[in-house]
């Protein structure tokens, strides 16, 4: 099992900052990719930005704006967001995955970002 943790969600301006945090534990040694996503209300889950193997991709939306990055040393996927839009509100969840012995996906229980115009 693998257990994910986030936080750094908030309230800010539109044009504003924050970076959002999410660590990982439990049995991370298989999980070889790692990723954001976040959910509006009324919308679908939708992907914000993935890193596998060390190589990152982003949502359409998001691009230019914002940077996944994964620091194995502290088991901490972060989530830097710039020139935020009231668009990118929602709940932002870290997700995990390992496709070895066998596929699994784990969730963390999301945090909350809101954008003001």
């Known amino acids: 099992q693998v257990q994910l943790v986030e936080s750094g969600g908030g309230l800010v301006q539109a044009g504003g900052s924050l970076r959002l945090s999410c660590v990982a534990s439990g049995n991370i040694v298989s999980i070889n990719s790692m990723a954001w996503y976040r959910q509006a209300p009324g919308k679908y889950r939708e992907l914000v930005a993935r890193?596998?193997?060390?190589?990152?991709a982003y949502g359409d939306s998001v691009k230019g704006r914002f940077t996944i990055s994964r620091e194995n040393a502290k088991n901490t996927l972060y989530l830097q967001m710039n020139s935020l839009e009231p668009e990118d509100t929602g709940v932002y969840y870290c997700?995990?995955?390992?496709?070895?012995?066998?596929?699994?996906?784990?969730w963390g229980q999301g945090t909350q970002v809101t954008v003001s115009s």
């Open positions: 890193i596998t193997n060390g190589i990152t």
């Open positions: 997700n995990a995955q390992r496709v070895l012995p066998t596929f699994a996906s784990y």
